[in-house]
């Protein structure tokens, strides 16, 4: 990039331009050459990542000026237009801060690309209209600041550092093992009651067995005892004429055995009077 050229751009009202005739020093600034300049690369911090050049034609510039005239001594118009003739005489065609911006190398490893627009401020209006008289009037939107800021983005604050990005890490991975541990503690909780009550389940079904069969083995017991009355009698008064009886049909094999039983018990009861 032309130095005299940036120098004439970012030039302020205590800046000395030269008068017309007088050309500046070549020693003073001298530029690198050849691969030297190629090669020469910036600081990536200090590049930015938006640049903007405003356009303006002549006419507009020189109105715009003589409005601002009030505001410093420097802001006349031979001085504004000895200075514009100037820029424009060391101004080469392709040469400038936004070919410079869009070609210029970093020392960071990856490509840094820097986003250049050109933006013609003389498509504004000379004076800001008054602002709205009711709050249902719409408001008065700049060309050129609308045009800014459909190409940056609305405005925001500079993004976090790399401290606080690394501490903004390290909080979220404490958070997830803290997460993590909590899933875990819970699962483990889970699955202890879970086999609580798997074991209370399986001492209740124990209990409710033993029970039944203690229940079991009461009634059993109180058979035997309601039972041994009617086995004596049966074995005191029934089976002794009921085996004989059965012993008298297998030796005789009558067609009818149970009619024949019948009346063989009839006639041979021992208790019978007749």
Same mark, same amino acid.
């Given at each position: 990039?032309?130095?005299?050229?940036?120098?004439?751009?970012?030039?302020?009202?205590?800046?000395?331009?030269?008068?017309?005739?007088?050309?500046?020093?070549?020693?003073?600034?001298?530029?690198?050459?050849?691969?030297?300049?190629?090669?020469?690369?910036?600081?990536?911090? #200090?590049?930015?990542?938006?640049?903007?050049? #405003?356009?303006?034609?002549?006419?507009? #510039?020189?109105? /715009?000026?003589?409005?601002?005239?009030?505001?410093?001594?420097?802001?006349?118009?031979?001085?504004?237009? /000895?200075?514009?003739?100037?820029?424009?005489?060391?101004?080469?065609?392709?040469?400038?801060?936004?070919?410079?911006?869009?070609?210029?190398?970093?020392?960071?490893?990856?490509?840094?690309?820097?986003?250049?627009?050109?933006?013609?401020?003389?498509? $504004?209006?000379?004076?800001? =209209?008054?602002?709205?008289?009711?709050?249902?009037?719409?408001?008065?939107?700049?060309?050129?600041?609308?045009?800014?800021?459909?190409?940056?983005?609305?405005?925001?604050?500079?993004?976090?550092?790399?401290?606080?990005?690394?501490?903004?890490?390290?909080?979220? /991975?404490?958070? @997830?093992?803290?997460?993590?541990?909590?899933?875990?503690?819970? @699962?483990?909780?889970?699955?202890?009651?879970?086999?609580?009550?798997?074991?209370?389940?399986?001492? #209740?079904?124990?209990?409710?067995?033993? /029970?039944?069969?203690?229940?079991?083995?009461?009634?059993?017991?109180?058979?035997?005892?309601?039972?041994? =009355?009617?086995?004596?009698?049966?074995?005191?008064?029934?089976?002794?004429?009921?085996?004989?009886?059965?012993?008298?049909? $297998?030796?005789?094999? =009558?067609?009818?055995?149970?009619?024949?039983?019948? @009346?063989?018990?009839?006639? $041979?009861? =021992?208790?019978?009077?007749?």
């Amino acid at each position: 990039v032309s130095t005299q050229s940036t120098w004439v751009l970012l030039e302020e009202g205590e800046l000395e331009i030269p008068e017309e005739g007088v050309e500046m020093d070549d020693e003073e600034v001298k530029e690198p050459e050849g691969e030297e300049a190629e090669l020469r690369k910036v600081e990536d911090k #200090l590049m930015v990542d938006f640049a903007v050049t #405003l356009v303006a034609t002549d006419e507009f #510039l020189t109105e /715009r000026l003589m409005m601002i005239t009030h505001q410093a001594d420097h802001n006349n118009a031979a001085d504004f237009q /000895r200075r514009l003739d100037f820029y424009k005489a060391h101004t080469k065609p392709g040469v400038g801060v936004q070919s410079y911006l869009e070609s210029v190398l970093t020392n960071s490893d990856n490509i840094r690309e820097i986003s250049v627009r050109e933006v013609r401020v003389d498509i $504004c209006p000379m004076l800001p =209209p008054p602002p709205p008289s009711s709050p249902l009037e719409p408001k008065f939107v700049d060309p050129a600041y609308k045009e800014i800021i459909e190409f940056i983005g609305n405005p925001h604050n500079y993004g976090p550092t790399p401290q606080e990005i690394e501490a903004a890490f390290l909080e979220e /991975r404490r958070k @997830e093992e803290e997460k993590n541990k909590l899933q875990e503690q819970s @699962e483990r909780l889970r699955k202890a009651r879970e086999q609580k009550d798997k074991e209370e389940l399986e001492q #209740l079904r124990k209990e409710e067995a033993a /029970r039944l069969t203690a229940v079991l083995a009461q009634e059993r017991q109180m058979l035997e005892v309601r039972k041994e =009355p009617l086995k004596r009698y049966l074995m005191e008064n029934v089976i002794p004429i009921l085996t004989k009886g059965l012993v008298e049909v $297998c030796e005789v094999r =009558p067609n009818d055995p149970i009619d024949y039983l019948a @009346e063989w018990l009839f006639r $041979c009861n =021992p208790q019978s009077t007749s």
